[in-house]
Structure formats: C-alpha cells, structure tokens
C-alpha cells in the first residue's frame, strides 16, 4: 500500500486562517457576487491578518522538458503552500475539482481549497483538496 505523509500541522493551521477568512467575507457579503469582487476581499482579509499569497498566477506546464504557456492562472497561492480557487456558481460541478486537482499537480502543491461564495451556507462551499 503507497502511503501519503499527512498534510504539515503548520499548512492544516493556515487552511483554517483561510477559510475562517473567506467565511467573513461571505457573511459580509453573501452570496450572488462575481468571483472577482470574493477574490478581492478576500486577499484584503489576508492583508489585514498577515497572510502572504500571490493572487493569478501563471501555471506553465512542463510537457516533454519544455515550458508552455497554456494560460493556466492560479486565482490565490497562499505562503506558497495552499492553491485557492475561488468560485461564485450556482451548483458546485466536479470538473472545478478536477481543475484544481490538477493545479495542485503541476505546481507540486499538496493541498487545495475550492472556495465557492455562491452558497447561503458557507461550509457547504468549501472543498478541500490534498495530495
């Protein structure tokens, strides 16, 4: 059996400082916003709390040694270890996590957060991810 290495305890504690982020911007806001207007406040929340990120990213993809520009963009990269995508959908849709799935591979990052705003309850918008 191929077993994983849990997730750091340190990188578990900052999933927690974000989601309990992005769950005051949703109260503050609500659902029914576009991804853009979440996205903003949200990294304005972690600004306010000390939390590094860097918000649309470029993923290139590394395919047969070479470096492609394939237009991928990260929404949020938290201290380099958590990939946030942030999502205002009506119903949730698998391929968001396939997307994000497949992020976390190419930018060798363990762990994932699907956040979708687009929810009267919050933690029925949440997803975590892990490698």
Do not use: W
Request: with cysteine; glycine share 6%.
């Amino acid at each position: 059996m191929n077993s994983v290495e849990p997730i750091p305890v340190e990188v578990d504690n900052l999933a927690k400082k974000i989601v309990d982020a992005a769950y005051k911007v949703h109260a503050a806001l609500g659902p029914g916003l576009l991804e853009s207007v979440y996205e903003k406040c949200l990294v304005q929340e972690f600004k306010l709390r000390g939390i590094k990120f860097r918000q649309q990213v470029d993923l290139p993809i590394i395919y047969e040694g070479i470096k492609i520009d394939a237009g991928l963009r990260l929404d949020i990269i938290v201290e380099e270890c958590i990939i946030i995508e942030v999502k205002s959908t009506e119903q949730h849709n698998r391929l968001f996590e396939a997307q994000l799935l497949s992020y976390l591979k190419l930018a060798n990052i363990r762990l994932g957060l699907l956040i979708n705003f687009n929810v009267l309850i919050f933690k029925q918008g949440i997803r975590r991810i892990a490698l």
